[in-house]
């Protein structure tokens, strides 16, 4: 059974910085794509970072540069470091697994992230 556990979030001033984890058992972490999607009141879920295949990465153009994506396999633990935060960043942040192989995806429960103005 694939279980993602996220955890980091929390409130922060803008200028702020956090960083996300994502906690991964019952799937081998580097051998499929991964990464982190944020979702706010009212609007569709969104790409924010991820590794695509292998160490190859993409980011949102509203986090490049200040977003990265990074991740351990020894741990199966996966990070999104946030600098800079703005209020526009205030979202849940989930953290995404698909495994090609069978065509499934997986979700984690999701972590509050609010940045104060």
């Known amino acids: 059974q694939v279980q993602l556990v996220e955890s980091g979030g929390g409130l922060v001033q803008a200028g702020g910085s956090l960083r996300l984890s994502c906690a991964a058992s019952g799937i081998i972490f580097n051998d499929n794509p991964m990464g982190w999607y944020r979702q706010a009141p009212g609007n569709q879920r969104e790409l924010v970072a991820a590794?695509?295949?292998?160490?190859?990465?993409t980011y949102a153009d509203s986090v490049k540069g200040r977003f990265t994506i990074s991740r351990d396999n020894a741990k199966n633990t996966m990070y999104l470091q946030m600098n800079s935060l703005k209020p526009e960043d205030t979202a849940v942040y989930y953290c995404?697994?698909?495994?090609?192989?069978?065509?499934?995806?997986?979700w984690g429960q999701g972590t509050q992230v609010t940045v104060s103005s």
């Open positions: 590794f695509t295949r292998g160490d190859t990465t």
């Open positions: 995404h697994v698909f495994r090609p192989v069978i065509g499934r995806h997986y």
